[in-house]
């Protein structure tokens, strides 16, 4: 599990505001951490790494539900990546925010707001490439509109299939999933071309998909979809969590022989603030345990 963060001014504040039912303040300093963006930086053995891919690093963004007052940080998130100078970007789903209970005229506009996410994500720079797969909110708006939207924009949806990654004579494979929730993953089809003694890395919208993926050979999966709660209370976690994300919700993890990481995510959904969950840019750098 992630560790809790220790007490500081932010948790002090949550806390306070918390027991005197001060909502303003805390409504606050949950609005302000919503563009305070933190990069995680990572170094993830894998056993089945080719030597020649040791030290290859991966940008993690997550989460964008683009709006207007997102479009801010997601470019400031393009920018610290490309800073970083990854050999490959993932982007792990939910550019856009679903409305529940609304008619196709309201899912067409929603899905639409892909179109300006896009176009702030099309600046990202990566040697081997920027992939992405979908998350549940943009299967229950219009997968194919939002597919389309970042085609265009030369960011490759991966829905049940892979691609191979090659560095010299060596290769490891990127594997992206249809969405576990609402879409139609087969991660069967996915792997169909995979051969099962190289290296995988698994694109997966919900963490706790993991619990199937553990049972195939993937090395590594990077998931995002909870947004780590948007509030997390130290000694308590969060109050609240989507299907799919209650088990794995943050963090590092290991199953078995697959390694987990839950990105928390740019966006937010239901409320604007964020507790102890800043904004995230995760850098995984790969490690090969026989270098």
């Known amino acids: 599990m992630f560790p809790l963060n220790k007490l500081n001014r932010r948790n002090f504040l949550f806390a306070t505001a918390l027991a005197a039912g001060g909502v303003t303040g805390l409504a606050g300093e949950g609005f302000a951490e919503t563009h305070e963006l933190k990069v995680v930086k990572l170094e993830i053995p894998l056993e089945r790494l080719p030597r020649s891919f040791d030290g290859f690093t991966i940008a993690q963004l997550s989460d964008f539900h683009y ?33 529940l209970f609304e008619g196709p005229r309201s ?13 702030i ?4 720079r990566a040697r081997y490439g920027v992939y992405a797969v979908l998350g549940n909110h943009d299967v229950a708006s219009d997968s194919g509109r939002i597919t389309r939207i970042l085609a265009d924009n030369e960011i490759p949806v991966l829905r ?11 290769r490891i494979w990127l594997v992206g999933l249809d969405d576990a929730f609402i879409g139609r993953p087969d991660l069967g089809e996915a792997l169909k071309e995979v051969p099962a003694d190289e290296a995988t890395i698994l694109l997966a919208h919900e963490p706790d998909f993991a619990d199937e993926a553990v049972l195939l050979p993937i090395d590594l999966q990077l998931s ?23 088990k794995y919700p943050r963090g590092l993890y290991r199953i078995r022989n697959l390694t987990l990481y839950t990105n928390i995510g740019i966006g ?3 409320a604007p603030i964020r507790i102890n969950c800043p904004p995230e840019i995760t850098l995984i750098r790969l490690r090969a345990l026989n270098s």
């Open 67 to 99: 709006e207007l007052f997102t479009a801010k940080p997601i470019s400031q998130a393009v920018e610290m990546v490309n800073r970083l100078a990854p050999d490959l970007v993932a982007l792990t789903g939910d550019f856009v925010t679903s409305p």
């Open 107 to 119: 899912l067409r506009k929603v899905a639409a707001l892909a179109a300006p996410c896009a176009a």
């Open 121 to 124: 994500l099309s600046k990202l």
């Open 160 to 170: 049940n299939r892979a691609i191979a990654l090659k560095r010299r004579a060596d």
């Open 224 to 246: 995002g979809h909870s947004h780590g709660g948007q509030v997390w209370i130290p000694g308590l976690g969060a109050p609240w969590l989507p299907p799919l994300a209650r």
């Open 268 to 270: 937010t959904i239901h």
